[in-house]
């Protein structure tokens, strides 16, 4: 079998719901469909969402270096820091004191750097919290299939990290959209629904929740772990995740 007829397969086509990982994902099955949903549940996508919801925007960037101020001084936007020194950083908890006009360049080596890689035309936060409303924004103006990428993490060798938070927030919306699924798509979904009934504690036992909750950071857990408590769907517009009102 040649390659390309090994992608042509493990691109899903068929199918209205497609899952996959991280950037192969993103290259190879979201290439070919034209609204993707990135799942970062620990913790960028939250971070967006709760974020958005207050009126602020965020700029993916996917590097914390030097390189990253000089884009925040570019876009005229504050950048986020370590969690550690306190104020807005990937921390979902430091968000919620995100104002309205807020621009925040917010460095993430998986949910950004996805964002950043997505030329979509629709490109989509997704996380727990606001699952139902990215579905039912999705099912109101998406025309053709919803590629939805698992960001994952990453081992030491940058290789990447399969994230049990990710495959449950994938599968949470698979759930609620409607459609033809792939099998892949079904997967996802039902390890959403084996862990509907007790989100907090798997987030909190899976590998990047016991590691946030280790190094104090417990509250985000469970920030991410709320399912469908939000509204907000935020769709990344000239480089930055807003929430626009056309899809309120």
Same mark, same amino acid.
């Given at each position: 079998?040649?390659?390309?007829?090994?992608?042509?397969?493990?691109?899903?086509?068929?199918?209205?719901?497609?899952?996959?990982?991280?950037?192969?994902?993103?290259r190879?099955v979201?290439?070919?469909?034209?609204?993707?949903?990135?799942?970062?549940v620990?913790?960028f996508?939250?971070?967006?969402d709760?974020?958005?919801?207050?009126?602020?925007?965020?700029?993916?960037?996917?590097?914390? %270096?030097?390189?990253a101020?000089?884009?925040?001084?570019?876009?005229?936007?504050?950048?986020?820091?370590?969690?550690?020194?306190?104020?807005y950083?990937?921390?979902?908890?430091?968000?919620?004191?995100?104002?309205?006009?807020?621009?925040?360049?917010?460095?993430?080596?998986?949910?950004?750097?996805?964002?950043?890689?997505?030329?979509?035309?629709t490109?989509?936060?997704?996380?727990?919290?606001?699952?139902?409303?990215?579905?039912?924004?999705?099912?109101?103006s998406?025309?053709?299939?919803?590629?939805?990428?698992?960001?994952?993490?990453?081992?030491? %060798?940058?290789?990447l990290?399969?994230?049990?938070? %990710?495959?449950?927030?994938?599968?949470?919306?698979?759930h609620?959209?409607?459609?033809?699924?792939?099998?892949?798509?079904?997967?996802?979904?039902?390890?959403?629904l084996?862990?509907? %009934?007790?989100?907090?504690?798997k987030?909190?036992?899976?590998?990047?929740?016991?590691?946030?909750?280790?190094?104090?950071?417990?509250?985000?857990?469970?920030?991410?772990?709320?399912?469908?408590?939000?509204?907000?769907?935020?769709?990344?517009?000239?480089?930055?995740?807003?929430?626009?009102?056309?899809?309120?």
């Amino acid at each position: 079998m040649n390659t390309t007829t090994q992608a042509m397969f493990a691109a899903q086509q068929g199918f209205d719901v497609r899952v996959d990982w991280g950037m192969p994902g993103l290259r190879n099955v979201a290439a070919l469909c034209p609204a993707v949903v990135l799942v970062d549940v620990l913790s960028f996508s939250t971070c967006v969402d709760i974020a958005c919801a207050r009126g602020a925007e965020v700029l993916p960037y996917p590097h914390k %270096d030097e390189s990253a101020a000089a884009y925040a001084a570019q876009r005229r936007a504050l950048l986020a820091g370590p969690r550690e020194h306190g104020g807005y950083s990937l921390s979902p908890g430091s968000l919620q004191a995100a104002t309205p006009g807020l621009k925040l360049v917010l460095p993430s080596p998986n949910g950004s750097s996805l964002a950043r890689a997505c030329h979509a035309p629709t490109v989509i936060a997704g996380c727990l919290r606001n699952a139902s409303a990215v579905a039912a924004a999705l099912s109101r103006s998406s025309d053709g299939p919803v590629a939805i990428i698992a960001a994952g993490e990453q081992w030491p %060798d940058g290789s990447l990290r399969v994230a049990l938070e %990710d495959l449950i927030g994938a599968g949470a919306i698979v759930h609620a959209l409607p459609g033809s699924k792939s099998p892949e798509a079904l997967a996802a979904e039902a390890v959403f629904l084996a862990a509907r %009934d007790h989100l907090l504690d798997k987030l909190t036992a899976c590998a990047s929740g016991r590691e946030l909750v280790e190094r104090g950071y417990a509250d985000d857990v469970r920030l991410a772990s709320q399912l469908n408590s939000s509204s907000c769907v935020p769709r990344l517009v000239d480089g930055a995740f807003q929430w626009e009102a056309a899809l309120r």
